[in-house]
C-alpha cells in the first residue's frame, strides 16, 4: 500500500498542475546502481522516487527503459537516449527535452540498458498508472484495459485518484465500476470491502464474479484442539468421508495425504509394497505362517504380512476400516483462505443473488435463442404452409426452392460487391427465380398429380434429387459464403449473459413481414380469396367463374418464391451447400403439421412450438444435438397423437368435413 499512497500523491500533483518537478537525470542518479542492474528486488524504490518526484519526461523514459532504449554512459554515469549515426558514432538526446546533448565516438564507451522480463513487467504496470490521468483519452482506454485483463494491489490506489477528474462520463463510469472491482480484491478498510461487495448484488457482470469467487476459495486443513478459535471455517467433513456425498474438488486421497501429513495416520502399503515384504521375508518358501503356494490368494497374503507386522518385521498394515475411522475422528474441514468471516458470509450472499440473477437472465437468452431458431424454421416453412398447407401437395423439392434462393443470392453479391445493395437486390430476384421454378414445377409434374398424394411425393422426391445434383454441377461441393452486410455483424448485447445476433433479428423481423404479408393476401385480396375458394371446392370456385388452374399456379408459386426468400435468409449464417435445403425440410413440414394444415396462425405457432422445444432439449444435453433432435421428433409423434390435426385444426369444409 505504499507504492499506492506515493501514487494518489503523485496523481494528485499531475491533476493540479504542480509545477516544482525534480530533474529526471538527478532522480536516476540517485539509483544510478539499480537503474544499471535492475531486478525485481530493486526497482520499486526507484519507481517509488520517480513517482514522487513528477519529473517531466518521466513516463517516456519508463515507455523506452522497458523496450531497451536507454543507455549509459560509462565515464560518469549518465543516462540518455542514443540515436546511431552513419560514421558509427552514437548521439546522446536527453532524457527531458529530447535534444542532442553530445556524442559517444564509439559504442564501447556505451552501456545498453537490457531489463530483463519481470523487471519489464513491473515497468509496464508502473506505466498503466501512469496513463490512467493521460491526456489522451486512447492511452487512458488502454491503462484500464490493461488493468482489467491483470489488475494488481497496485493498480488500486492511482485508479482511485484518477477518478474524480476523468472528463469523459463514459470513461468515468468504467472507472468507478473498476473501483469497485479492486475493492472487492484489495482494500484493507473492512467496512469499505463488505460495500464494494454488496455494490454487486444481481449485477450479471463477469468481472464481478471473478472478483468474489476468490473470497470464497477454501483450502482442506486438520483442525487440532489448539486451532485459532477465528478461524474461517467454511464446513466440517470428518464424518462425511464415511458416505460418497462430497462436496466438490475434495477426494478421499486428498483427505488420506493430509491426515498422514498431520501425523495421525501412517503410511499404507499397497499390494505391491506388501508382495515385496512378503519376499524379502521368505525363508524356505514359508512367509508368515504361509506357504509360497498358498500365497496366490490376497485373504493369505494380507494374514501374512499381518503376521510379519506382529514380528516387528513390517509396518503395521492399515486396513480400509482403520483408514475411514481416523478420517471420521480427525476433524477435518475446509477453511476459507479469507480470515474474515463477515466477508465472506457477505460475499456468499452477493454471490447467492448475482447466481438467481444470472439464472433469470440464462432463461431469458433461452427464450431468445428459441423464438430466433422458431423464426428460422418459420420462414423455412411458410412457403410450404402455402404449397402444402392451403394446396394439400407434398413437395418434397420445397428445401431445393430454399437452397436455390441461398445460390442466387451469392451469384447476385459476385456481381454486386456492395453486400447491402446485392442483399437489397437479392430477395426479389431470389422471389422471382423460385417463384418461376415452382410455376414451372406445378405445370410440368404438379399439375397431373392433384389429389394422388403418393404419386406427387415420389415425383417432388425425384425432383429434389435432380435439382441437388444440378446444384453441385453449377456450383460443385464446396461450401460457398454469401456474406451479410456490416450492420447486420455483431449482436444486440443486453448484459454480460443475454445477446443475440443482428442477423437472427432481421430473420425475426423478415418472418414476422411474411406473416403479415401473407395473412393480407389471404384474407384482404381478390386472390386470396379465389385460393381459400380453390381449396376448399374447386367445382363451385370454377362455376363462380375462377380459374382453378391457374390460382393452382399461382399459389405453388408463391410458395415457391416465399421459400427462395428464406433461402437468401438462412444462406447468411448457414453453409450455402446443395444439401442446405434438405437440412431445413424435415423442420418444414413438422412446423406444418403440428401447427395445423392449412392455417398460417398454425405454421407461427408450430414452428414457436418446436423451436423452444429443441432448444430447450439441446439446454438440457448441449453434447448432443442428434439426441435433440430425435427427441424432439418422438415428442412431435406423440403430440399428434392427441391432436392429430395440429395446434390450431380447420373446421367445416376446408377441414374436409
Known sequence: MKRAGIWAAFLWLCLSGAVFAQDLQNVLQTHQQAVEKASRKTIDAVLDDLAAANAPGTQTFIQEWAGKNVWMRKEDGLFFYVSAQADKSYELIDLASGETVGVAAEKKLLKQLKPNSGVRGVLASFLVQFQLSDPDPERRIAALQAIERDADETHYGPLQASVENEPDAELKARKERLVRVLAVQFEQDETKRIDAILSFKGDLGVDARAALNPILATDLVVLSALQDPSENVAQSLSSRFTGSDMPDGVTREQAIALVQKAGLLGPIPDNDAIKSALIANMQDDMVGGFAKQDLDQQENRYQAYDALAASGLVDKRISDYDVSETLAYSNLALVYREPSSVVTDTARETLASINDAVGLNQALDLGLDALSLASIFFLAAIGLAITFGVMGVINMAHGEFIMMGAYTGYVVQQLIPNYTVSLIVAIPLAFAVTFAAGVALERLVIRWLYNRPLETLLATFGVSIALQQIAKNIFGTQARPLTSPGWLDGAWVLNDVVSISYI??????????????????????????????????????????????????????????????????????????????????????????????????????????????????????????????????????????????????????????
Do not use: C, H
Not at 375462377?546 to 426468400?565: E, Q, W
Not at 403440428?594 to 414457436?608: D, F, K, P, S, T
Not at 423451436?611 to 432439449?617: A, E, M, P, S, Y
Not at 409423434?637 to 377441414?655: D, M, N, T
Open 504 to 657: 437472427r433479428i432481421a430473420i425475426f423481423a423478415l418472418g414476422l413481414i411474411f406473416f403479415l404479408l401473407l395473412l393480407f393476401i389471404l384474407n384482404k385480396t381478390r386472390l386470396g380469396l379465389e385460393v381459400r375458394a380453390v381449396t376448399q371446392n374447386p367445382r363451385m370456385a370454377s362455376a363462380m367463374g375462377i380459374n382453378p388452374d391457374k390460382i393452382n399456379m399461382l399459389t405453388f408459386g408463391l410458395g415457391s418464391g416465399i421459400a427462395g426468400i428464406a433461402g437468401v435468409a438462412i444462406g447468411l449464417f448457414a453453409k450455402v451447400t446443395s444439401e442446405l435445403g434438405s437440412d431445413y425440410i424435415v423442420q418444414s413440414f413438422m412446423t406444418i403439421v403440428v401447427g395445423g394444415v392449412g392455417n398460417i396462425w398454425g405454421a407461427l405457432l408450430g414452428a414457436g412450438m418446436i423451436g423452444t422445444l429443441q432448444k430447450g432439449i439441446e439446454w438440457l444435453n448441449p453434447s448432443n444435438t442428434l439426441a435433440a433432435q430425435t427427441y424432439m421428433i418422438l415428442f412431435i409423434i406423440l403430440f399428434i397423437q392427441i391432436r392429430p390435426r395440429g395446434i390450431i385444426a380447420l373446421k367445416g369444409r376446408a377441414a374436409g368435413d
